[in-house]
């Protein structure tokens, strides 16, 4: 059954006025820059480049007065991000990706840059990166610089050219930028495929969602393969739904099941080609986010996810799907990346489970960020 009528048209168009309103871009020709309806928007807030993609849930928030919060060329902000000019000036560069759930601020007389001073491996425009609710508060990351998931970056400091910080660590003083202490590396040739690959994941992203016109809020069409959710058994198109479920999206729960156990501010994204299987979901938290990426997930049933907690497929270059038994308990902010979880796992709150395989039963404490397996170190902020 397709839920399409001349009302909800209207409310989509209501919508869209609404998230469009204010912003501006300074670029001569067509506007190839898609925001979601769903994206908010405070103050003076200018996408000065083009193939700009502001996805679901994304909050810009820049001043009432001067030059405003800028973005340039071929950025994202993703699912749930917030970008504040509030409080201090935010200059997003070329080829910045601000992940799932992340925080760049501005802090009084600090200016907060990302990607718009540094070096280049090659000489030319390269990615920056703020990974998954990571923070960056009053701080400069350079090109070719990378803050990764759970991370922090305290004011006035600066992430160089080729620098990543470590997951779930904190960059609170001058003092952690020393390698000694274990909280930066070096990027790698890996990162730099990774990075480079969601820049161009993310302009296609733009371009196809500007390419589908209205259809682009609610329950909704994927611009990769043009497919529907499927709500139960059934295909749906809901344009006034409040959530954003898009795409190769299969659930268990029909709309009905989905108004008891769903809160608010969710975005479940399976558009760039892979699938995302969902059993019959238990609660899920405000502002949880799920994104296929470049690999299927399979999410089992009787599943907690806590607000604000990602699930996300893992990256090309790993090979590796993305799957949740049933009975998982996630907590609130928690990240699952590229990762196998066995039946009744609990993972914490704020803690992070990358690139692991979970037997059944594994209890990760809060704050803890897992890699390979094992549990490497705290969260330290």
Same mark, same amino acid.
């Given at each position: 059954?397709?839920?399409?009528?001349?009302?909800?048209?209207?409310?989509?168009?209501?919508?869209?006025? *609404?998230?469009?309103?204010?912003?501006?871009?300074?670029?001569? =020709?067509?506007?190839?820059?898609?925001?979601?309806?769903?994206?908010?928007?405070?103050?003076?807030?200018?996408?000065? &480049?083009?193939?700009?993609?502001?996805?679901?849930?994304?909050? $810009?928030?820049?001043?009432?007065? /001067? +030059?405003?919060?800028?973005?340039?060329? @071929?950025?994202?902000?993703? %699912?749930?991000?917030?970008? @504040?000019?509030?409080?201090?000036?935010?200059?997003?560069?070329?080829?910045?990706?601000?992940?799932?759930?992340?925080?760049?601020?501005?802090?009084?007389?600090?200016?907060?840059?990302?990607?718009?001073? &540094?070096?280049?491996?090659?000489?030319?425009?390269?990615?920056?990166?703020?990974?998954?609710? *990571?923070?960056?508060?009053?701080?400069?990351?350079?090109? @070719?610089?990378?803050?990764?998931?759970?991370?922090?970056?305290?004011?006035?400091?600066?992430?160089?050219? /080729?620098?990543?910080?470590?997951?779930?660590?904190?960059?609170?003083?001058? /003092?952690?930028?020393?390698?000694?202490?274990?909280?930066?590396?070096? #990027?790698?040739?890996?990162?730099?495929?990774?990075?480079?690959?969601?820049?161009?994941?993310?302009?296609?992203?733009?371009?196809?969602?500007?390419? $589908?016109?209205?259809? #682009?809020?609610?329950?909704?069409? %994927?611009?990769?393969?043009?497919?529907?959710?499927?709500?139960?058994?059934?295909?749906?198109? %809901?344009?006034?739904?409040?959530?954003?479920?898009?795409?190769?999206?299969?659930?268990?729960?029909?709309?009905?099941?989905?108004?008891?156990?769903?809160?608010?501010?969710?975005?479940?994204?399976?558009? +760039?080609?892979?699938?995302?299987?969902?059993?019959?979901?238990?609660?899920?938290?405000?502002?949880?986010?799920?994104?296929?990426?470049?690999?299927?997930?399979?999410?089992?049933? =009787?599943?907690?996810?806590?607000?604000?907690?990602?699930?996300?497929?893992? #990256?090309?270059?790993?090979?590796?799907?993305?799957?949740?038994?049933?009975?998982?308990?996630? !907590?609130?902010?928690?990240?699952?990346? !590229?990762?196998?979880? &066995?039946?009744?796992?609990?993972?914490?709150?704020?803690?992070? #489970?990358?690139?692991? %395989?979970?037997?059944?039963?594994?209890?990760?404490? *809060?704050?803890?960020?897992?890699?390979?397996?094992?549990?490497?170190?705290?969260?330290?902020?």
């Amino acid at each position: 059954m397709f839920r399409r009528t001349k009302m909800m048209g209207a409310v989509f168009a209501a919508l869209t006025l *609404a998230a469009l309103a204010g912003f501006r871009s300074s670029a001569t =020709g067509p506007d190839t820059n898609f925001v979601d309806p769903t994206a908010s928007k405070e103050g003076k807030v200018n996408l000065q &480049g083009q193939h700009i993609y502001v996805a679901p849930f994304a909050r $810009l928030k820049g001043p009432t007065e /001067g +030059e405003g919060l800028t973005i340039l060329d @071929d950025s994202n902000v993703q %699912d749930g991000a917030t970008v @504040d000019a509030t409080q201090g000036t935010v200059e997003i560069g070329r080829k910045a990706i601000l992940a799932h759930g992340s925080t760049v601020r501005g802090v009084g007389a600090h200016t907060t840059q990302i990607g718009m001073s &540094g070096t280049c491996p090659l000489g030319t425009e390269c990615p920056s990166f703020v990974g998954f609710n *990571a923070e960056v508060d009053g701080a400069m990351i350079q090109k @070719d610089a990378m803050v990764s998931a759970m991370a922090r970056v305290a004011p006035g400091l600066t992430i160089k050219s /080729g620098v990543k910080v470590q997951p779930g660590k904190c960059i609170c003083n001058a /003092g952690d930028l020393d390698p000694a202490k274990e909280k930066v590396v070096d #990027v790698t040739g890996e990162d730099r495929t990774f990075m480079n690959g969601t820049v161009e994941s993310n302009v296609k992203l733009a371009a196809g969602y500007l390419g $589908l016109g209205k259809d #682009v809020t609610g329950i909704n069409y %994927d611009p990769t393969k043009h497919e529907l959710p499927r709500l139960g058994p059934t295909p749906v198109q %809901d344009l006034a739904y409040a959530n954003r479920l898009v795409g190769l999206l299969s659930m268990q729960d029909t709309l009905e099941d989905l108004q008891k156990v769903l809160e608010s501010r969710i975005s479940l994204r399976s558009d +760039e080609g892979h699938s995302i299987r969902v059993r019959k979901i238990l609660r899920m938290g405000h502002g949880a986010i799920f994104h296929a990426g470049k690999h299927n997930m399979e999410l089992g049933s =009787g599943i907690r996810y806590g607000k604000h907690s990602i699930v996300h497929g893992g #990256v090309a270059t790993s090979g590796k799907d993305t799957s949740v038994g049933n009975g998982v308990v996630i !907590g609130n902010y928690a990240v699952i990346f !590229g990762s196998t979880i &066995g039946a009744d796992c609990k993972i914490g709150e704020r803690s992070l #489970v990358q690139d692991s %395989d979970l037997k059944a039963g594994t209890e990760i404490p *809060a704050r803890k960020v897992v890699i390979d397996g094992r549990i490497v170190w705290d969260v330290e902020w």
